[in-house]
């Protein structure tokens, strides 16, 4: 079982639609991260969450909403989306927020592969 | 603005050695990693320098030139299964992580 479990995997939605992005880590991490991989980019940190108080939001649209109910679970709410916003969401943690290795080495999930049409 | 370069795409023989080179130029720093992604799954943990010279782990070593701003990735001994996307990313002095765009490398038989 990996650390850190994504579901969906892959999910298709209309710029309409109202979906939700799900994250579960069982490492007993404090700290939780929403990344963008798109294609030949670096990786785009959208949201930080340490015992579940989100710490940072890098300038994200608001049609990105994230949620942290408690320090094992992260959540990405996503409404009427636009096609460029199609890509592969990665979820990650780490023991500790702001901290180099290996405190702050981060885990990652394997993704969500949101695609908006 | 703080950058982080690495190769596109790069190839290289079974059984041959490769290095993966990545130029940094952040704002402070507290160390650099490098993770490794496969196709639709998740970057995993490769290595970390935060003093000069040359980690060694197995086949892959890491090594850093802080004053150079540079750090390589080095793969010996090239097997199918490390065909991949290696990541390079760099801490600040805000442990913020600046990340390359990655490199692609593809493995030939």
């Known amino acids: 079982e990996t650390g850190v479990t994504q579901t969906p995997r892959h999910l298709v939605m209309g710029m309409t639609n109202k979906k939700s992005l799900k994250c579960e880590q069982h490492?007993?991490?404090?700290?939780m991260y929403w990344y963008k991989q798109s294609a030949k980019k670096p990786l785009e940190l959208m949201f930080v969450?340490?015992?579940?108080?989100?710490?940072e939001n890098n300038s994200v649209p608001s049609r990105f909403s994230p949620e942290c109910p408690n320090s094992s679970h992260l959540f990405l709410h996503l409404h009427t989306l636009q096609p460029e916003d199609s890509a592969l969401y990665l979820c990650?943690?780490?023991?500790?927020?702001?901290?180099?290795?290996?405190?702050?080495?981060?885990?990652f999930g394997e993704g969500s592969r949101l695609t908006v049409l | 603005g703080q950058n982080i370069d690495q190769p596109t795409e790069m190839t290289a023989t079974e059984g041959a050695i490769v290095q993966i080179n990545c130029t940094y130029q952040t704002s402070g720093f507290n160390g650099l990693f490098w993770y490794q992604q496969h196709a639709g799954e998740a970057p995993t943990f490769l290595s970390y320098n935060v003093l000069d010279g040359l980690e060694e782990k197995g086949r892959f070593s890491s090594f850093l030139s802080r004053s150079k701003g540079y750090s390589y990735l080095l793969l010996k001994e090239l097997q199918m299964k490390d065909s991949a996307s290696y990541l390079c990313?760099?801490?600040?002095?805000?442990?913020?992580?600046?990340w390359g765009a990655g490199t692609k490398l593809i493995i030939k038989p």
């Open positions: 990650a943690s780490s023991q500790d927020l702001r901290a180099a290795r290996p405190t702050g080495e981060l885990f």
């Open positions: 990313a760099v801490m600040d002095s805000n442990y913020q992580l600046i």
């Open positions: 490492l007993g991490h404090n700290a």
């Open positions: 969450y340490s015992l579940e108080e989100r710490v």
